[in-house]
């Protein structure tokens, strides 16, 4: 059975840190623990579970610190967490299971990363990180912010998740600057790096900006197919934020030159096209949505009630508004079958028993 060496970077996590390794204390075989400049408890909580604690200078650099973490690992395989992230109890056993049947040539596992939820406490916002990499000079961190491991060799794509529990907002303001900083010091953003300045730009509410990285973005040969998708999103809300809805729909209809149509995608063609009165084609883009299969392992970001929550309650809003109730109903209860306690569903619900 191969070993796993548990890399960390934190700085003043007191509030999560505990929650976090008990999540998984009992499932590795070593935790490294690398702090930042914490000023609150969260060196003193570490070391009631790991001896291996070590100061490293921030130096606005997340792969730095990370590859740090990872050349203290004596372990076959490196793991890493964010403090606020969690192994469920629901999935600590299946973690376990594939520890142990795990095949010796797997360079890298793939786990769930579940960063949002709805109302009922389930996945909203999902996409696949490198979870277990092999502990060798090949495989290391790049990227100041939004920092990746490329994934090469032997990969293995597993079901289970990790949950992102976030309890505060931190710096809104760090990954931005620290761009701004790289661009400022002469360095050129590769393309990966361009998407995400750019939505960092559009958080930020500097549209045009943002619009002008995206769009250079979306021209580099070089840009992941993934990035380019989402980047047609965020542009496009950018044009929106901007009251250029003409240039926003036709930002939305570019990813469709990238690759199949995505489901997040189609929902937001189909509320264009459902806010502008133009109901038939909101239909068509909606059904597009709810018969597009998802593809978890492409790597991308994925809103599953784009795949059939969203879709089957904006058709039931179509077809009341083009009059067919008995069809809008259908869909509201299919609806209802996603998520039963939604507020929609149940005043939709209400509204056509009152008819």
């Not at 403090?83 to 973690?95: C, M």
């Not at 502990?135 to 990790?162: K, M, T």
């Not at 003409?246 to 096209?273: M, N, V, Y």
């Not at 597009?292 to 795949?307: A, I, R, V």
Request: one cysteine or more; a negative charge; hydrophobic letters at 35%.
């Amino acid at each position: 059975m191969p070993t796993i060496s548990l890399c960390m970077i934190v700085k003043n996590e007191e509030m999560h840190i505990a929650h976090c390794l008990d999540s998984v204390a009992a499932l590795v075989d070593e935790i490294i623990i690398v702090d930042t400049g914490s000023t609150d408890r969260t060196v003193e909580i570490v070391s009631d579970y790991t001896s291996k604690v070590y100061s490293f200078p921030w130096k606005d650099d997340f792969s730095e610190a990370r590859n740090y973490s990872f050349s203290k690992a004596t372990m076959d395989y490196c793991m890493w967490l964010d403090a606020d992230d969690v192994l469920e109890e629901t999935e600590q056993d299946r973690f376990l299971a594939l520890k142990q049947s795990l095949s010796p040539g797997t360079d890298m596992v793939m786990m769930k990363y579940y960063t949002s939820f709805d109302e009922a406490g389930r996945p909203s916002f999902s996409y696949f990180r490198e979870r277990w990499i092999r502990n060798c000079a090949q495989f290391r961190w790049v990227g100041a912010v939004h920092e990746v491991i490329p994934p090469d060799g032997s990969i293995l794509y597993s079901d289970i998740a990790v949950c992102h529990r976030k309890q505060n907002a931190g710096n809104p303001d760090r990954n931005l600057k620290i761009y701004q900083k790289l661009i400022a010091d002469g360095k050129t953003l590769e393309p990966r790096h361009q998407y995400y300045y750019g939505r960092e730009l559009y958080y930020h509410g500097q549209y045009q900006e943002a619009a002008a990285v995206l769009e250079h973005f979306l021209l580099e040969p070089e840009g992941w197919i993934e990035n380019k998708i989402e980047a047609c999103s965020v542009c496009a809300g950018c044009y929106y934020q901007m009251g250029q809805e003409q240039f926003a729909l036709l930002t939305l209809l570019r990813s469709l030159s990238f690759d199949i149509p995505r489901a997040e995608l189609c929902c937001e063609i189909g509320k264009h096209f459902l806010e502008h009165g133009n109901l038939r084609n909101a239909v068509y883009w909606y059904e597009t949505a709810l018969n597009t299969p998802k593809n978890e392992s492409s790597g991308g970001f994925t809103l599953p009630d784009c795949y059939d929550y969203i879709p089957l309650l904006q058709l039931c809003v179509c077809h009341d508004r083009l009059g067919d109730r008995q069809k809008a109903a259908e869909y509201n209860e299919r609806a209802g079958l996603c998520k039963p306690c939604s507020p929609a569903y149940l005043y939709n619900k209400q509204y056509f028993e009152s008819l």
